[in-house]
């Protein structure tokens, strides 16, 4: 009897250090979960900021293509028309 109630104490000891082993783990997972979320958004915030910038980028060049075809129409239209077309044009502005 006297056995038993060792055995029963020693395996209340391990139960009780296992518990605590096991807080433990939980707290640094719970920890390291808490940092990757921090992570992630800051990793979606980058994207955000970075597909916003390519979207700019993009615009700015449609602009400036737009631009130089504006340009160029505007100087084959000049080459077509002749001297009376350029002095309209130019009492015009």
Do not use: W
Request: charged share 35%.
């Amino acid at each position: 009897m006297s056995t038993q109630l060792n055995d029963l104490r020693l395996q209340v000891e391990r139960l009780g250090y296992d518990n605590k082993e096991g807080l433990i783990t939980v707290d640094i997972l719970k920890e390291q979960n808490a940092d990757l979320g921090n992570e992630l958004e800051e990793l979606r915030k980058t994207i955000s900021d970075l597909k916003s910038s390519q979207k700019d980028a993009v615009a700015g060049d449609k602009e400036k293509k737009k631009a130089e075809k504006m340009a160029l129409m505007m100087a084959k239209f000049d080459s077509v028309s002749g001297p009376q077309v350029r002095v309209v044009r130019r009492d015009f502005y």
